[in-house]
Every structure is written in C-alpha cells, then in structure tokens.
C-alpha cells in the first residue's frame, strides 16, 4: 500500500485550516486517513505549524511519499527556522 504525507483541509469556507495526516495515495484528500500526525493554520499570525517529528520520521522510513504541498510547507519551516 503506497502511503503519502499530505495537507488535509478543515474549516469554514475563506478560513482553511488543515491537518497532517498519512493516508493510502489512492484515496481522496478528505478520505478517511491512516494517522494523524501533525496540524497547519495559517490563518493567524504566527502561523501554526505542528508536526509529530517521531511519527514523520517513521512514515518516511516506512517509505511514506511526501505530497507537494507538505513539500513546500516543509521547506518553508526549514527556511524560517535557520534565521531565527
């Protein structure tokens, strides 16, 4: 079963908030996921990222695909991180 770390999106329409969660890459954005693993806000300010690093980690051993959209999330966190 090919898993992917994907955005998840909830919240009212024009204030989206989404979830991180691994889910089987077949299924819908809002099918029904394997495991929680972390939540994104960006509606306020600052932003809130949050991710279970130990679960992410163990996703992406289990050879767990990243979407584009966490990709991105990703490596913008990376980038503010380093100049804090």
Known sequence: MPATIRL????????????????????????AYIEKIGFYNPMVEPKIFEIDEQKFTSWKLKGALISEGMRKLLKNKAATTKTK
């Not at 969660?21 to 099918?31: C, E, H, M, W, Y």
């Open 8 to 31: 998840m999106r909830f919240g009212k329409k024009g204030q989206p908030s989404y979830r991180i969660v691994v889910l089987d890459k077949r299924k819908k954005r809002d099918g």
